[in-house]
């Protein structure tokens, strides 16, 4: 019996209509400026709401357009927000389900994953948003691909950095690293903090970000690390908030994204 991740937030952060799921994230992907870029090998992009940070969202999920059939299995890396968790949850999933379909899990790879702090557990992935609003997008731009899904807990940036480098691959593997940045800010305070993180992205400064900066702070560390380490570029691509996409000038929440080749 396949055992099944069910959405958790389809009619919340985006729509459970699959139609009216599909047609906001093509309009969203036909928003962004097409920029001829090589094949990312990561990315980092917000996870809000599709109202408020979608757009942001599709300026990194655009540069995979041309690049359809290359990425076979897309690591999925996430911060927890509603279980506490210590080290890092992998998923006893067969698939996550989406409103567009079902995104088979690599099992195989997954059972290799054998590092201390990397674990089992189904009740971190269950209602976690952070890596569940990237699968529509992936689903519109990729062929047939299968995920490997990671929440991230109390954990270091080097044992995520460590957990990318097994997983790494070569380009058949994309990594996509899922944060916010500054959390409910006045605007101008909020764009003050986005930029210090944008910098920090750009130099590769991973001990730089912290959890006021990005709630992702640990996976997007971890990353850089790895980035770092395989001598990588990294370009900002698109770096709002709640505000620019959304309009409401109250307390905002910073959105970045950023492509890796």
Same mark, same amino acid.
């Given at each position: 019996?396949?055992?099944?991740?069910?959405? %958790?937030?389809?009619?919340?952060?985006?729509?459970?209509?699959?139609?009216?799921?599909?047609?906001?994230?093509?309009?969203?992907?036909?928003?962004?400026?097409?920029?001829?870029?090589?094949?990312?090998?990561?990315?980092?992009?917000?996870?809000?709401?599709?109202?408020?940070?979608?757009?942001?969202?599709?300026?990194?999920?655009?540069?995979?357009?041309?690049?359809?059939? @290359?990425?076979?299995?897309?690591?999925?890396?996430?911060?927890?927000?509603?279980?506490?968790?210590?080290?890092?949850?992998?998923?006893?999933?067969?698939?996550?389900?989406?409103?567009?379909?079902?995104?088979?899990?690599?099992?195989?790879?997954?059972?290799?994953?054998?590092?201390?702090?990397? @674990?089992?557990?189904?009740?971190?992935?269950?209602?976690?948003?952070?890596?569940?609003?990237?699968?529509?997008?992936?689903?519109?731009?990729?062929?047939?691909?299968?995920?490997?899904?990671?929440?991230?807990?109390?954990?270091?940036?080097?044992?995520?950095?460590?957990?990318?480098?097994?997983?790494?691959?070569?380009?058949?593997?994309?990594?996509?690293?899922?944060?916010?940045?500054?959390?409910?800010?006045?605007?101008?305070?909020?764009?003050?903090?986005? %930029?210090?993180?944008?910098?920090?992205?750009?130099?590769?400064?991973?001990?730089?970000?912290?959890?006021?900066?990005?709630?992702? =702070?640990?996976?997007? =560390?971890?990353?850089?690390?790895?980035?770092?380490?395989?001598?990588?570029?990294?370009?900002?691509?698109?770096?709002?908030?709640?505000?620019?996409?959304?309009?409401?000038?109250?307390?905002?929440?910073?959105?970045?994204?950023?492509?890796?080749?």
């Amino acid at each position: 019996m396949t055992s099944i991740r069910k959405p %958790a937030v389809a009619g919340q952060f985006y729509s459970r209509n699959p139609g009216e799921l599909s047609a906001t994230v093509t309009a969203l992907l036909e928003a962004a400026q097409d920029q001829d870029t090589p094949a990312p090998k990561a990315l980092i992009v917000p996870h809000a709401g599709y109202h408020y940070s979608g757009p942001v969202a599709a300026s990194a999920y655009a540069r995979l357009r041309p690049y359809r059939d @290359r990425y076979q299995r897309v690591i999925l890396v996430g911060p927890c927000h509603r279980t506490p968790i210590h080290g890092l949850a992998l998923s006893g999933a067969d698939v996550y389900r989406t409103p567009m379909g079902d995104v088979p899990l690599d099992k195989a790879t997954i059972a290799t994953l054998d590092l201390p702090n990397v @674990r089992i557990s189904d009740r971190s992935h269950r209602t976690e948003h952070s890596l569940e609003v990237h699968l529509p997008f992936l689903q519109t731009l990729l062929g047939d691909f299968s995920i490997v899904p990671i929440v991230v807990g109390g954990a270091t940036p080097e044992l995520v950095s460590q957990v990318l480098e097994a997983l790494w691959g070569g380009p058949e593997t994309l990594i996509v690293v899922s944060s916010d940045l500054s959390h409910f800010r006045k605007y101008d305070e909020a764009r003050s903090i986005d %930029a210090v993180t944008c910098e920090a992205i750009e130099n590769f400064d991973a001990h730089r970000i912290s959890y006021e900066m990005a709630c992702g =702070a640990t996976p997007v =560390a971890g990353l850089l690390i790895a980035a770092k380490r395989h001598g990588m570029e990294v370009t900002t691509l698109d770096l709002r908030n709640s505000a620019d996409t959304a309009g409401d000038r109250g307390p905002v929440v910073g959105y970045g994204a950023w492509v890796f080749v």
